[in-house]
């Protein structure tokens, strides 16, 4: 079985600061793991996804995640958040053959 | 556009009524994927294809619940007897074999009343 945690339904930042975004997870096979983006009204937009190999994978909007098996997280981050970053941000885990599992998503606003 | 598309993108029934959702993958993707996203919530799985045959269903999906995808092109999602509980956004994915990346569709959202 697989799941996902997602530390924080909402983060605020101000514009010009990091964004990090927390995402814990369990499986009992290798994971992949994916950040997805949802604007209102929308459908989802892949971030990034990690796979296998380097553990630090970039994504667009100049996102990027890194896998820590260790400890079972794939937080997200951004150096400096933009206006238009504010959105709704899922973490989601995977197996070789099973579906997408996703959390509960945490909402970033991004303050002037 | 090439991308997922999704009809309606908003619905509202009354609650009793059947409606019916469809979604047209990518057209090279032979994996599709339902999922239904309630307000605060991720998605969650509900069934999968890959070409028309159905190979997977989540509990969730009961029995008031139908999917199919006769062609393996696009796929249509019945909800019979609607319920309030029902009311949701209804995502449509879809992949192509041996990749990892599902694409979304603006999803349909159900209103029951």
């Known amino acids: 079985a697989q799941s996902v945690t997602q530390l924080g339904s909402h983060v605020s930042v101000s514009e010009g600061a990091l964004v990090l975004l927390r995402c814990n997870y369990s499986?009992?096979?290798?994971?992949?793991l994916f950040w997805y983006v949802q604007y209102p009204n929308q459908g989802l937009q892949l971030l990034l996804k990690?796979?296998?190999?380097?553990?630090l994978v970039k994504g667009i909007n100049g996102f990027e995640a890194e896998f820590k098996k260790s400890e079972t997280s794939f937080h997200l981050t951004k150096p400096s958040a933009h206006m238009s970053d504010a959105a709704e941000y899922f973490c989601?885990?995977?197996?070789?053959?099973?579906?997408?599992?996703f959390g509960k998503g945490t909402r970033l606003s991004v303050i002037a | 556009d090439t991308g997922v598309s999704q009809n309606p993108r908003h619905k509202i029934t009354k609650r009793g009524q059947n409606v019916t959702f469809r979604c047209d993958p990518i057209?090279?993707?032979?994996?599709l994927y339902w999922y239904r996203q309630t307000l605060g919530q991720g998605p969650e799985f509900l069934t999968y294809?890959?070409?028309?045959?159905?190979?997977?269903k989540s509990r969730l999906l009961s029995d008031r619940f139908s999917a199919e995808r006769p062609k393996g092109s696009f796929s249509t999602l019945e909800i019979q007897r609607t319920e309030q509980g029902d009311s949701a956004m209804y995502l449509c994915?879809?992949?192509?074999?041996?990749?990892?990346?599902?694409?979304f569709g603006p999803g349909t959202r159900l209103t029951v009343t």
């Open positions: 499986s009992s096979v290798p994971p992949y």
């Open positions: 989601a885990v995977r197996g070789e053959n099973t579906p997408l599992v």
């Open positions: 990690y796979t296998t190999g380097a553990t």
């Open positions: 057209s090279e993707h032979n994996r």
């Open positions: 994915a879809s992949r192509q074999g041996g990749t990892l990346e599902q694409y």
């Open positions: 294809f890959q070409n028309e045959a159905q190979l997977e």
